[in-house]
C-alpha cells in the first residue's frame, strides 16, 4: 500500500484560515483544495500575476528559479502562489486584489416572459385501502392503480424504498410525484412542487427556485463560479482538465459544489428542504455542459471542436451529486456546436418574443461571446473566444464588480472623473470600467487609433519604458491592457462583421442588437460603439436584456412545450466555426484598431 505524502501546516493569515498542503503542492493548489477563493486567471500556470502572495514566515521555494535569482523566497517577498511551494511549516499572507470578492452579479434578467406551467414533474394526491389478509396487491401495484390517470407506470428505486413505510406511517395517504410513466417521489400530504433553474456560466453561476403548479419565482441567487480558479477562461480549464491528471473530475466537483450550495441556500430562503426539488433544469456552455456530466473535454479543446453530444439530456438528479426529491431528474438544454451551448439556446428562447420582426443579432457578451443572426428565417451561430478582459480579467488593475471596483470613467478638462461600486475608495477595475476607460481615452487621444498610449496627457505616467494612464490612486491602465481589450473586441466584432458577410448583408441592414448577459447589462452602449466592440447603429436599436439565459433556463423549467421549443431553436442554428470563414484573420487583424 502506498504511504500517503507529507503533509505541511500553512497559515494563511487573510483569510484568516488554516489548511494541510501536500508536498510537492504549490500554495496555490492547497489553497484552492482548502477551499480559499485565490484568483488565478490563468488557472495556476504563472503568466497572469493574479495570485499574489506575501511570505510572512516559513520557508518556500521557487518551481522554476529565474536565473541569478534565489531559488527561496525572502520573508515579506510578494511572490505568485502558483509559483512557489512550501518546503515546511508557514505561514503567507493573500493580496486583497488576489482573493475573489463578493460581486455584482446579474441573476434575474430583464422582461422576464410569463410562461403557462406545464411541468415536466407534477405532484398527485393519493389515498389507498389499508393492507388487507383478504387481497389487494402489493402497495406499488395499488398506488400505480391510484395513479393510472396520469401515466405512471413504474417507479423509481429510491421512491420505492420509502413507500411501504410511509403508507403506514401517513394513515394511507401520500403524495406521489409523477414525471412521465414515472413515480420519482413519494412523500407525506402537504408538500408543495418546487424546481430548480440553474444557469451555469462559465463566470458566474445563476440558481432560481421555482412553484411548479404556478411558474413562480420564489427567489434567486447568483454566486461567481467557483472552477475560476482553474483558469478565468475556458481554454483555459479545458487544457487543465486534459492535462492535469484529475483535472476534469477536480473541475466537476467545483461545478456541483456550486449548484448544490446554491440549491440549499435557495430552499433555505423559502424554507424547504433541497428533498421538495422535484426538478431541475440547467444550461450552459459546452464546455460548462461537459464538465458537469463527466464528459471528455479533449476533442472540444482542438480543432474541430467538436462536442461529444448537442442533443437535451436527462439524468437523475443523485447522478450528478445532487440532493433533490428521490428520483427527481436534471433537464440539459441542448447544445448548438462548438463552445456553443445551452445558455446561449436559452437566451434565443427568452429574447423569442421581445424581438423585432427583421433582421436581428442576439449575443451574449462573456469570456466566449456566441453570436447568433436571424434572418429571414434561419439562424447563423459563431462562438468568439473573447476573453475575461471585458470582465476584469487580464487587466493589470482588473477586479471583477464588487465594492471598490470603477465602473464609470469620463475626462473634464483633462481631469480623470471615475464612479465607483459602493461610494468608496477605488481599487481596481470592473469590466463596464475597462470598456469606459478605453473609450474615455480613445476620444481624448490618450489612446491612438492603432491603441498605443501617447505622453503628455496629465495623466499619462511613465514607469521605466512603459506609459500608463492613472485612473485613480494606485489604479493604473497599461499598454498590456489596452491590448487585452484590442483583441478582445476584434474577436467580438469579426463575428459580427463576419455573419452578416455570410449573409450578403451590412451594418445598416441590422434592425436590432439583442444585447444578454452579465456584462451586458452594465455596459455603456456608446463606449461599446466608440470602441468598435459594437456597430455605429443609433442606439434606440440596441437592447440591454441582462441574464437572458437565467430567463430562457426557467421558462424551461416551467413547460415541457418549452423545453421542446428549445430543442427546434438549437436544431434550427447553423454554428460556423469563426476560424474557418474565409478572411476571418484580415477582417480580426482589421478590428484591432480604433477607428
Same mark, same amino acid.
Given at each position: =500500500?502506498?504511504?500517503?505524502?507529507?503533509?505541511? #501546516?500553512?497559515?494563511?493569515?487573510?483569510?484568516?484560515?488554516?489548511?494541510?498542503?501536500?508536498?510537492?503542492?504549490?500554495?496555490?493548489?492547497?489553497?484552492?483544495?482548502?477551499?480559499?477563493?485565490?484568483?488565478?486567471? +490563468?488557472?495556476?500556470?504563472?503568466?497572469?500575476?493574479? +495570485?499574489?502572495?506575501?511570505?510572512?514566515?516559513?520557508?518556500?521555494? $521557487?518551481?522554476?528559479?529565474?536565473?541569478?535569482?534565489?531559488?527561496?523566497?525572502?520573508?515579506?517577498?510578494?511572490?505568485?502562489?502558483?509559483?512557489?511551494?512550501?518546503?515546511?511549516?508557514?505561514?503567507?499572507?493573500?493580496?486583497?486584489?488576489?482573493?475573489?470578492?463578493?460581486?455584482?452579479?446579474?441573476?434575474? /434578467?430583464?422582461?422576464?416572459?410569463?410562461?403557462?406551467?406545464? &411541468?415536466?414533474?407534477?405532484?398527485?394526491?393519493?389515498?389507498?385501502?389499508?393492507?388487507?389478509?383478504?387481497?389487494?396487491?402489493?402497495?406499488?401495484?395499488?398506488?400505480?392503480?391510484?395513479?393510472?390517470?396520469? *401515466?405512471?407506470?413504474?417507479?423509481?428505486?429510491?421512491?420505492?424504498?420509502?413507500?411501504?413505510?410511509?403508507?403506514?406511517?401517513?394513515?394511507?395517504?401520500?403524495?406521489?410525484?409523477?414525471? *412521465?410513466?414515472?413515480?420519482?417521489?413519494?412523500?407525506?400530504?402537504?408538500?408543495?412542487?418546487?424546481?430548480?433553474?440553474?444557469?451555469?456560466?462559465?463566470?458566474?453561476?445563476?440558481?432560481?427556485?421555482?412553484?411548479?403548479?404556478?411558474?413562480?419565482?420564489?427567489?434567486?441567487?447568483?454566486?461567481?463560479?467557483? #472552477?475560476?480558479?482553474?483558469?478565468?477562461?475556458?481554454?483555459?480549464?479545458?487544457?487543465?482538465?486534459?492535462?492535469? &491528471?484529475?483535472?476534469?473530475?477536480?473541475?466537476?466537483?467545483?461545478?456541483?459544489?456550486?449548484?448544490?450550495?446554491?440549491?440549499?441556500?435557495?430552499?433555505?430562503?423559502?424554507?424547504?428542504?433541497?428533498?421538495?426539488?422535484?426538478?431541475?433544469?440547467?444550461?450552459?456552455?459546452?464546455?460548462?455542459?461537459?464538465?458537469?456530466?463527466?464528459?471528455?473535454?479533449?476533442?472540444?479543446?482542438?480543432?474541430?471542436?467538436?462536442?461529444?453530444?448537442?442533443?437535451?439530456?436527462?439524468?437523475?438528479?443523485?447522478?450528478?451529486?445532487?440532493?433533490?426529491?428521490?428520483?427527481?431528474?436534471?433537464?440539459?438544454?441542448?447544445?448548438?456546436?462548438?463552445?456553443? *451551448?445551452?445558455?446561449?439556446?436559452?437566451?434565443?428562447?427568452?429574447?423569442?418574443?421581445?424581438?423585432?420582426?427583421?433582421?436581428?443579432?442576439?449575443?451574449? @457578451?462573456?469570456?466566449?461571446?456566441?453570436?447568433?443572426?436571424?434572418?429571414?428565417?434561419?439562424?447563423?451561430?459563431?462562438?468568439?473566444?473573447?476573453?475575461?478582459?471585458?470582465?476584469?480579467?487580464?487587466?493589470?488593475?482588473?477586479?471583477?464588480?464588487?465594492?471598490?471596483?470603477?465602473?464609470?470613467?469620463? @475626462?473634464?478638462?483633462?481631469?480623470?472623473?471615475?464612479?465607483? @461600486? *459602493?461610494?468608496?475608495?477605488?481599487?481596481?477595475?470592473?469590466?463596464?470600467?475597462?470598456?469606459?476607460?478605453?473609450?474615455?481615452?480613445?476620444?481624448?487621444?490618450?489612446?491612438?487609433?492603432?491603441?498605443?498610449?501617447?505622453?503628455?496627457?496629465?495623466?499619462?505616467?511613465?514607469?521605466?519604458?512603459?506609459?500608463?494612464? =492613472?485612473?485613480?490612486?494606485?489604479?493604473?491602465?497599461?499598454?498590456?491592457?489596452?491590448?487585452?481589450?484590442?483583441?478582445?473586441?476584434?474577436?467580438?466584432?469579426?463575428?459580427?462583421?463576419?455573419?452578416?458577410?455570410?449573409?450578403?448583408?451590412?451594418?445598416?441592414?441590422?434592425?436590432?442588437?439583442?444585447?444578454?448577459?452579465?456584462?451586458?447589462?452594465?455596459?455603456?452602449?456608446?463606449?461599446?460603439?466608440? @470602441?468598435?466592440?459594437?456597430?455605429?447603429?443609433?442606439?434606440?436599436? $440596441?437592447?440591454?436584456?441582462?441574464?437572458?439565459?437565467?430567463? /430562457?433556463?426557467?421558462?424551461?423549467?416551467?413547460?415541457?412545450?418549452?423545453?421542446?421549443?428549445?430543442?427546434?431553436?438549437?436544431?434550427?442554428?447553423?454554428?460556423?466555426?469563426?476560424?474557418?470563414?474565409?478572411?476571418?484573420?484580415?477582417?480580426?487583424?482589421?478590428?484591432?484598431? $480604433?477607428?
Amino acid at each position: =500500500m502506498k504511504a500517503p505524502a507529507p503533509w505541511f #501546516q500553512v497559515r494563511f493569515a487573510n483569510p484568516d484560515r488554516e489548511a494541510r498542503c501536500i508536498e510537492g503542492e504549490t500554495l496555490f493548489q492547497c489553497a484552492r483544495r482548502a477551499g480559499i477563493r485565490v484568483v488565478g486567471a +490563468c488557472g495556476g500556470r504563472g503568466v497572469c500575476g493574479t +495570485c499574489m502572495v506575501q511570505i510572512v514566515s516559513g520557508e518556500v521555494e $521557487f518551481l522554476r528559479p529565474e536565473p541569478g535569482v534565489s531559488a527561496t523566497p525572502r520573508i515579506s517577498e510578494w511572490v505568485r502562489a502558483c509559483q512557489v511551494r512550501p518546503l515546511g511549516d508557514c505561514t503567507v499572507e493573500v493580496s486583497p486584489r488576489s482573493l475573489a470578492p463578493i460581486v455584482r452579479a446579474e441573476v434575474d /434578467g430583464q422582461g422576464a416572459v410569463k410562461v403557462s406551467p406545464e &411541468p415536466a414533474a407534477r405532484i398527485h394526491n393519493v389515498l389507498i385501502a389499508p393492507a388487507s389478509l383478504t387481497g389487494g396487491g402489493a402497495d406499488a401495484d395499488r398506488v400505480l392503480d391510484a395513479l393510472r390517470h396520469s *401515466g405512471a407506470a413504474r417507479f423509481d428505486l429510491i421512491a420505492l424504498r420509502k413507500l411501504s413505510g410511509l403508507l403506514r406511517t401517513s394513515g394511507w395517504r401520500l403524495q406521489a410525484t409523477v414525471r *412521465g410513466d414515472e413515480v420519482i417521489d413519494v412523500g407525506p400530504a402537504g408538500r408543495r412542487s418546487l424546481g430548480l433553474a440553474v444557469d451555469l456560466g462559465t463566470t458566474n453561476v445563476a440558481g432560481f427556485i421555482m412553484d411548479l403548479e404556478t411558474g413562480t419565482r420564489l427567489a434567486s441567487l447568483g454566486i461567481e463560479n467557483p #472552477q475560476a480558479s482553474y483558469g478565468a477562461d475556458l481554454v483555459s480549464r479545458v487544457n487543465y482538465a486534459i492535462l492535469a &491528471p484529475e483535472g476534469g473530475a477536480e473541475l466537476r466537483t467545483a461545478a456541483v459544489t456550486a449548484i448544490a450550495g446554491l440549491m440549499r441556500d435557495l430552499c433555505d430562503a423559502v424554507s424547504v428542504a433541497p428533498e421538495e426539488v422535484v426538478d431541475i433544469a440547467i444550461c450552459g456552455n459546452t464546455a460548462m455542459h461537459h464538465l458537469l456530466l463527466g464528459l471528455p473535454v479533449a476533442q472540444l479543446g482542438r480543432a474541430p471542436f467538436v462536442p461529444v453530444m448537442c442533443e437535451a439530456i436527462d439524468v437523475k438528479a443523485r447522478d450528478l451529486g445532487l440532493a433533490a426529491a428521490a428520483g427527481a431528474y436534471a433537464h440539459l438544454l441542448p447544445n448548438v456546436g462548438g463552445f456553443v *451551448g445551452g445558455d446561449h439556446v436559452a437566451a434565443l428562447l427568452a429574447t423569442e418574443n421581445r424581438r423585432v420582426h427583421g433582421t436581428t443579432i442576439v449575443m451574449d @457578451i462573456g469570456t466566449n461571446t456566441e453570436i447568433s443572426l436571424i434572418h429571414a428565417g434561419s439562424i447563423t451561430t459563431v462562438s468568439c473566444p473573447s476573453g475575461p478582459a471585458l470582465e476584469g480579467g487580464h487587466i493589470g488593475a482588473g477586479m471583477r464588480a464588487a465594492e471598490g471596483a470603477i465602473e464609470r470613467v469620463r @475626462i473634464e478638462d483633462e481631469r480623470i472623473e471615475v464612479e465607483v @461600486i *459602493g461610494g468608496v475608495e477605488p481599487v481596481g477595475l470592473c469590466g463596464s470600467g475597462v470598456l469606459d476607460a478605453v473609450a474615455t481615452m480613445v476620444q481624448a487621444g490618450i489612446i491612438d487609433r492603432h491603441g498605443g498610449i501617447r505622453a503628455g496627457h496629465p495623466a499619462v505616467r511613465e514607469d521605466g519604458e512603459r506609459l500608463e494612464v =492613472m485612473l485613480a490612486h494606485d489604479v493604473a491602465f497599461g499598454q498590456n491592457d489596452v491590448r487585452a481589450v484590442q483583441l478582445a473586441k476584434a474577436a467580438i466584432r469579426s463575428g459580427i462583421d463576419l455573419l452578416l458577410r455570410e449573409a450578403g448583408l451590412e451594418e445598416s441592414a441590422l434592425d436590432q442588437v439583442v444585447i444578454a448577459g452579465a456584462f451586458g447589462a452594465y455596459i455603456g452602449l456608446e463606449s461599446a460603439v466608440t @470602441i468598435g466592440l459594437l456597430p455605429p447603429l443609433p442606439l434606440e436599436r $440596441f437592447a440591454q436584456v441582462g441574464n437572458a439565459a437565467g430567463v /430562457g433556463v426557467r421558462m424551461t423549467l416551467a413547460s415541457v412545450a418549452l423545453r421542446e421549443r428549445a430543442r427546434r431553436l438549437a436544431a434550427q442554428c447553423r454554428y460556423i466555426e469563426l476560424g474557418s470563414l474565409p478572411g476571418f484573420q484580415k477582417t480580426f487583424l482589421g478590428r484591432i484598431g $480604433f477607428e
